[in-house]
Nanobody, 118 residues
Framework: VQLQASGGGLVQPGGSLRLSCAAS????????MDWYRQGLGKQRELVAT???????KYSDSVEGRFTISRDNAKNTVSLQMNSLKPEDTAVYYC?????????????WGQGTQVTVSS
């Protein structure tokens, strides 16, 4: 199973970006799907999570600005990021708990760079 993230880039403060992450491989179902980020010299932090039922949770730093969503039919998760700030600059990673029918484990995407700068 692989996760492929896309959608990062350079954006000015106050701008928006949409990240997407697609899972492929032998998948029966995806349970929780998450977005993490890691700024330069910082620890990786959980930004947003969404359950298979659609319940969401956000870190305090992005609450009200970011929206996580998923398409269970397409095995994708997205992160709409609005009102971006320089402190949002980081490599963003998607993560999913994968049920293959034989096992249950977490898979990471490769990361996509988001840079917020004027």
């Amino acid at each position: 199973v692989q996760l492929q993230a896309s959608g990062g880039g350079l954006v000015q403060p106050g701008g928006s970006l949409r990240l997407s992450c697609a899972a492929s491989g032998s998948i029966v179902s995806l349970n929780s799907m998450d977005w993490y980020r890691q700024g330069l010299g910082k620890q990786r932090e959980l930004v947003a999570t969404i359950t298979s039922g659609g319940s969401t949770k956000y870190s305090d730093s992005v609450e009200g600005r970011f929206t996580i969503s998923r398409d269970n039919a397409k095995n994708t998760v997205s992160l709409q990021m609005n009102s971006l700030k320089p402190e949002d600059t980081a490599v963003y990673y998607c993560n999913a708990e994968v049920n293959t029918g034989r096992s249950l484990y977490h898979v990471w995407g490769q990361g996509t760079q988001v840079t917020v700068s004027s």
